[in-house]
């Protein structure tokens, strides 16, 4: 088991789902320009094959617009499994913050003596 305080360990996890929720934004928003990017792209093709550009190359910018719009789509699943990724976190740190947050006031604010020194091993049993 590592050692780490309550304090760092809600830290963390506020700073991981805040992470986590910046990094799925920035995700989102490549997401809307790859899609603006794929159907520009698109256009770009049939603007080409109106001008009669040999049909390989109409076929190939076809082909890219398709493809970015595919990585727009998976790019946009990504950012959604983040948003519950980010939702998982702030449920775990919730959770943490109800049922442990105020361990360490209740023991300074105990009137028994000795708290402090009782066994970590004690309290893992207890």
Not at 19 to 42: C, H, K, M, P, Y
Not at 113 to 118: A, E, K, Q, Y
Request: hydrophobic fraction near 40%; charged fraction near 20%.
């Amino acid at each position: 088991m590592a050692d780490i305080s309550m304090n760092q360990f809600l830290h963390a996890v506020a700073a991981f789902s805040q992470q986590v929720s910046a990094n799925a934004e920035a995700t989102r928003g490549w997401a809307l320009f790859i899609e603006t990017e794929g159907d520009d792209t698109g256009r770009v093709a049939e603007m080409i094959a109106a001008k009669r550009v040999d049909p390989d190359t109409v076929s190939e910018t076809h082909e890219l617009a398709r493809i970015m719009r595919g990585l727009s789509e998976q790019a946009i699943q990504y950012a959604a499994t983040s948003d519950t990724t980010v939702r998982l976190a702030k449920a775990s740190h919730d959770e943490v913050m109800n049922t442990h947050h105020n361990i360490g006031e209740q023991v300074n604010a105990s009137t028994a003596s000795g708290i402090h020194d009782v066994s970590n091993d004690w309290l893992r049993v207890e």
